[in-house]
């Protein structure tokens, strides 16, 4: 899953879509995610530096991934 | 650097209110984009329209008769400010008085004031009883609407369209509403207000959207900027906006151009449903009062409708700068009972 080219994202987590003037703001872990995404990371990438720096059950960190891709999809900043 | 051009531009709908006219917008872009030679000649129809007493970005008002006076008194009224100020061009902004000003354009143009509008036909195209049809004929999604000359047809038409409905008078306002004693009321408001007929339309649920665009008159779209309103009044005005990067609404408005030729500026008032799908919900043929957005997302409409005037080859810009936002404010403006009288008394200030 890549995140559409054309959004903007910000260190401090500000999102803007702007093919829909949607904005949205991520807490800083999914600040830090999105930066990773956008730098072209492939989900097994960032999945390894998460579990290598923060404390997570490789079983918990795939329940919130896949939560997290859900909630992209909803705000419409996924290249389907 | 921007080399000064001492043009004399006059410049209509300064009322700069809660559901503001486009003049001051028209102006800063304008003094943004020409240069510090411009000279901004206001005019306007009422005594309190706010423009008139910035003087810092009008040099001089004159009051104009209402569009009702016609053409005549507009035109007689103009000979007297040209005779004083020299006028170059005249950009009127309100909807309501485009009839008139273009049917001058000619004799203006023979006084040497020039002029860049459309022509009555593009007027009537996109006219809120014409949309539909205009929208069928060019591919142009219009919502169905339903053309009503008296009251009792209201209950035939809220059972085709379905609630809720939007009530709409001839040239402005609209209701959005859920029940035939709410379409009854509605419907005599807005005739009683604006005159028959009046449309009901169907509603549409989705984002609104508004694209401000400049046509040269020949088929091209000179500037094309999508703008999502991000806060709206009462009146349904944005208050707040972004630009948006979105191929889909340009594709849009460069459409309605070409299908047009039109000449000059205007708005395309858009509703985006769940679907992506774009509707057409009016086509206001002038400038809108949020222009200004265009020349700080780097697509100056109104300078670049200047230069067209003044017989300027103008390349269509290729690139804007999406997430630019306005936001609009009110300010208090502070002035001496004075001037209210001078141009209440008057006519002129």
């Not at chain 1, 290598?52 to 490789?58: A, I, T, W």
């Not at chain 2, 909807?95 to 354009?105: G, H, M, R």
């Not at chain 2, 979105?246 to 849009?252: K, R």
């Amino acid at each position: 899953m890549k995140i559409k080219k054309n959004i903007a994202t910000s260190e401090n987590g500000f999102i803007f879509n702007p093919s829909t003037g949607d904005s949205f703001s991520s807490n800083p872990i999914g600040a830090e995610i999105l930066l990773f995404m956008k730098s072209g990371k492939t989900s097994l990438e960032i999945k390894e530096i998460i579990l290598e720096n923060y404390e997570v059950e490789p079983a918990q960190l795939e329940r919130d991934w896949e939560d997290w891709l859900l909630q992209l999809k909803d705000a419409n900043l996924l290249d389907l | 650097m921007i080399e000064p051009i001492p043009y004399v531009i006059a410049i209509t709908a300064l009322n700069a209110i809660d559901s503001p006219g486009p003049g001051l917008a028209v102006i800063r872009a304008l003094r943004e984009g020409l240069g510090t030679g411009l000279r901004i000649i206001g005019l306007c129809y009422e005594s309190l329209e706010p423009g008139i007493y910035l003087h810092g970005q009008v040099d001089k008002t004159y009051q104009i008769p209402y569009p009702t006076a016609g053409a005549g008194p507009l035109l007689e009224r103009l000979q007297y400010v040209h005779e004083k100020e020299k006028l170059d061009l005249v950009i009127p902004n309100f909807d309501s008085e485009l009839y008139n000003f273009i049917k001058i354009s000619v004799d203006l143009n023979k006084l040497g004031i020039k002029t860049f509008l459309p022509s009555h036909k593009q007027l009537e195209i996109r006219e809120k009883i014409n949309l539909a049809k205009f929208g069928k004929k060019h591919n142009l999604l219009v919502p169905e609407d339903r053309i009503i000359f008296k009251a009792d047809e209201l209950e035939k038409v809220a059972a085709d369209l379905g609630y809720p409905l939007v009530v709409k008078g001839k040239y402005y306002e609209a209701s959005v509403v859920h029940t035939l004693e709410q379409a009854s009321k509605a419907f005599s408001l807005l005739s009683v207000k604006w005159g028959l007929p009046v449309i009901a339309q169907k509603f549409v649920k989705g984002t609104e959207i508004n694209i401000a665009a400049l046509g040269d008159g020949k088929g091209n779209a000179i500037s094309v900027i999508p703008m999502r309103k991000l806060y709206i009044t009462d009146k349904g005005k944005a208050w707040a906006g972004v630009t948006l990067e979105d191929n889909t609404l340009l594709d849009l408005g460069r459409d309605f151009i070409k299908a047009t030729h039109w000449k000059g500026g205007c708005e395309l008032e858009i509703m985006k449903d769940a679907a992506g799908k774009l509707f057409i919900m009016e086509i206001n043929p002038r400038f809108p009062a949020w222009v200004y957005l265009t020349a700080a997302a780097g697509q100056n409409q109104p300078a670049a409708l200047v230069k067209m005037a003044f017989g300027e080859l103008v390349e269509p810009f290729d690139s804007y700068q999406p997430g630019k936002m306005f936001v609009r404010y009110a300010w208090d403006h502070i002035t001496d009972i004075t001037e209210f009288q001078q141009i209440s008394a008057l006519g002129e200030l």
